[in-house]
């Protein structure tokens, strides 16, 4: 089993930065499984989309189109970690913003941490 816990969301005015991380802890053999991991974010009354994505193995990357030059994913493997940095926010870039991790051992799975609150206002 893997625990995923995201951190680093809050309040932000337009314009301005956050960065959010995402931890996975359990399993030492299902944490080296991780194929993908993902960012996902959820508005109110939508449904919930793909952000970013980054390859654990040789950290490739794919983003959305909204936030490409924007936002940046990136992992630190050595730590199980993964950040998002945002920047130059935009009121509709506030929603939930969960992290996922596709793991291959001992089945693939879709593990979700448990969302982190993003609201760009002023």
């Known amino acids: 089993q893997v625990t995923l816990v995201e951190s680093g969301g809050g309040l932000v005015q337009p314009g301005g930065s956050l960065r959010l991380s995402c931890t996975a802890s359990g399993s030492t053999v299902a944490i080296a499984s991780i194929d993908t991991m993902s960012w996902y974010r959820q508005a109110p009354g939508k449904e919930r989309e793909v952000v970013a994505t980054i390859r654990r193995r040789d950290g490739t990357t794919n983003y959305v189109h909204s936030v490409k030059g924007r936002f940046t994913i990136s992992r630190d493997n050595d730590n199980n970690t993964m950040y998002f940095q945002m920047n130059t926010l935009r009121p509709e870039d506030t929603a939930v913003y969960y992290c996922?991790?596709?793991?291959?051992?001992?089945?693939?799975?879709?593990?979700w941490g448990q969302g982190t609150q993003v609201t760009v206002s002023s």
């Open positions: 996922s991790a596709f793991a291959l051992v001992p089945r693939t799975i879709v593990y």
